[in-house]
């Protein structure tokens, strides 16, 4: 699976972004996508993640009504929505899959990575 994602940038605190991921190679079926990220000097964070057959959702509880995570099946395609962007949202966020429909927080779970995308949250 290839994982390309795109759309991160600098925002003002409280602004919005969309990040897309668009993944290759393999039916998405019983698979799991979602983004971790990394701020400078921190260890990689788990995000947020759905699963791919049934759309579920799971998010890191400081994200929980400020971003969400959507999926079009026909793109093979994942976002996700930031809202009221803080200043601690500063990252490279990174698209992650894991072949498995079982969602887990650990980034060595996680069998595909994409680049990443850096969001700059600025105050």
């Known amino acids: 699976v290839q994982l390309q994602a795109s759309g991160g940038g600098l925002v003002q605190a409280g602004g919005s972004l969309r990040l897309s991921c668009a993944a290759s190679?393999?039916?998405?079926?019983?698979?799991?996508m979602g983004w971790f990220r990394q701020a400078p000097g921190k260890e990689r964070e788990f995000v947020i993640a759905?699963?791919?057959?049934?759309?579920?959702?799971y998010y890191a509880d400081s994200m929980k009504g400020r971003f969400t995570i959507s999926r079009d099946n026909a793109k093979n395609t994942v976002y996700l929505q930031m809202n009221s962007l803080k200043p601690e949202d500063t990252a490279v966020y990174y698209c992650?899959?894991?072949?498995?429909?079982?969602?887990?927080?650990?980034?060595?779970?996680?069998?595909?990575w994409g680049q990443g995308t850096q969001v700059t949250v600025s105050s």
């Open positions: 992650v899959a894991r072949a498995s429909d079982i969602v887990t927080t650990t980034p060595r779970s996680y069998h595909y």
């Open positions: 190679g393999r039916t998405l079926n019983r698979y799991v």
């Open positions: 759905i699963t791919w057959s049934g759309g579920i959702t």
